[in-house]
Nanobody, 124 residues
C-alpha cells in the first residue's frame, strides 16, 4: 500500500516562498514517477511538476517554470516542491501523486496514488 503525506502548506504574501514536502512509504520508489498537482476552488486539478526517481528527469507546467523546483531526498523517500515568487493565482490545494512507472505523466488519471493535499494561499 502506497502512502503519500504532504506537508508545508500555508499562507504567504505574493512574491514569497513556500516549500512543500511529500513523504512516501509502502514501496520501493526507485522505479516510480512522482508529481505535484494543484486544484483551485471551482477548477479542475492541474499538473504542476513531476520527477522520475530512476532517471532524475523533471518536467514543469509552463505556469510554474522558473519559479518552482521539484527535487527528491532518497534517504528520506521524500519529494519536495520549492515554490518561489509566488503569485495569488498559485493559491490552491496541492497534491502529491505517484505512479509505478519511470515515465513522467501530466494527467490526473495516470496517477493511482494520491496524498490528502495541503492548502497554499498566496495573498496579494
Amino acid at each position: 500500500q502506497v502512502q503519500l503525506v504532504e506537508s508545508g502548506g500555508g499562507l504567504v504574501q505574493a512574491g514569497g516562498s513556500l516549500r512543500l514536502s511529500c513523504a512516501a512509504s509502502g514501496r520501493t520508489f526507485s522505479s516510480y514517477a512522482m508529481a505535484w498537482f494543484r486544484q483551485a476552488p471551482g477548477k479542475e486539478r492541474e499538473f504542476v511538476a513531476a520527477f522520475s526517481w530512476s532517471g532524475g528527469n523533471t518536467y514543469y507546467a509552463d505556469s510554474v517554470k522558473g519559479r518552482f523546483t521539484i527535487s527528491r531526498d532518497n534517504a528520506k523517500n521524500t519529494v519536495t516542491l520549492q515554490m518561489n515568487s509566488l503569485k495569488p493565482e498559485d493559491t490552491a490545494v496541492y497534491y502529491c501523486a505517484a505512479r509505478n512507472s519511470a515515465l513522467i505523466a501530466t494527467t490526473v488519471n495516470r496517477y493511482p496514488y494520491w496524498g490528502q493535499g495541503t492548502q497554499v494561499t498566496v495573498s496579494s
